[in-house]
Each structure stands twice: as structure tokens, then as C-alpha cells.
């Protein structure tokens, strides 16, 4: 779900987003400034720690763990799809290979 962090969207689980609230509780919302870009699907795109400002490292570790999981999370949508694809692509080869047999025993070209 897309939440706002550090004036921005981010895509975030519901555990995430509660391991966020525990970090601004302890070190505060401002750490999340400027500390991050994404896109408008709320994806980190970059992380990029301002040099002017102290970030807690606890801080830049959430978001590096964030992005690695929004990266897992679109590979196993695809992953998902693709497997969707090749389940049904060999039910219909099994299907085939089915009609050739019965052909085979029908018009007695089996081997035996």
C-alpha cells in the first residue's frame, strides 16, 4: 500500500509500515527527508543519504531492506504469471498427446 515517508510515496507492507512508525518514534520523521527518491507507483528508484544531514543508519538499512523487498515483491508477481503461462501451456500438450494416442490406438498405429 502507498504510504507517505519523508514527503514522498512509498510502496510499503503493513509490516513495514509498522517498523517505520517504531523508527519515527525513535529517531524521528525528519531522518526520512531526502533521503530517498521513488516513482509514482511508490518504487524506490534511488537512496541517496544527504551529505548536510545526520541519518541514523537504522534509518538507511529500513530503506535498503525496503527496496530489496518492493524488488522481490514485482519478481515473484512475475514469476507468478510466467508459471500461470507454463502450467496451461502443458495441460495443453498433455492434452495433445492424449488425442494422439487415442488416435493411435483408434486407427491402429500404436506400437506395441
Known amino acids: ?42 518504487i524506490l528508484i534511488s537512496i541517496t543519504p544527504p551529505i548536510d544531514n545526520v541519518v541514523h543508519i537504522g534509518v538507511v538499512y529500513f530503506i535498503l531492506n525496503v527496496m530489496m523487498n518492493q524488488r522481490i515483491r514485482m519478481l515473484d508477481g512475475e514469476l ?22 487415442i488416435e493411435a490406438v483408434v486407427f491402429g498405429e500404436q506400437d506395441e
Open 80 to 101: 507468478k504469471k510466467v508459471s500461470e503461462k507454463i502450467v496451461s501451456r502443458e495441460s495443453v500438450d498433455n492434452i495433445v498427446e492424449r488425442v494422439e494416442r
Open 1 to 42: 500500500m502507498i504510504r507517505a515517508v519523508g514527503n514522498k510515496r512509498l510502496d510499503l507492507s503493513d509490516s513495514e509500515f509498522g517498523y517505520y512508525n517504531a523508527l519515527v518514534e525513535q529517531f524521528g520523521p525528519k531522518g526520512f527527508v531526502g533521503l530517498f527518491s521513488t516513482d509514482k507507483n511508490g
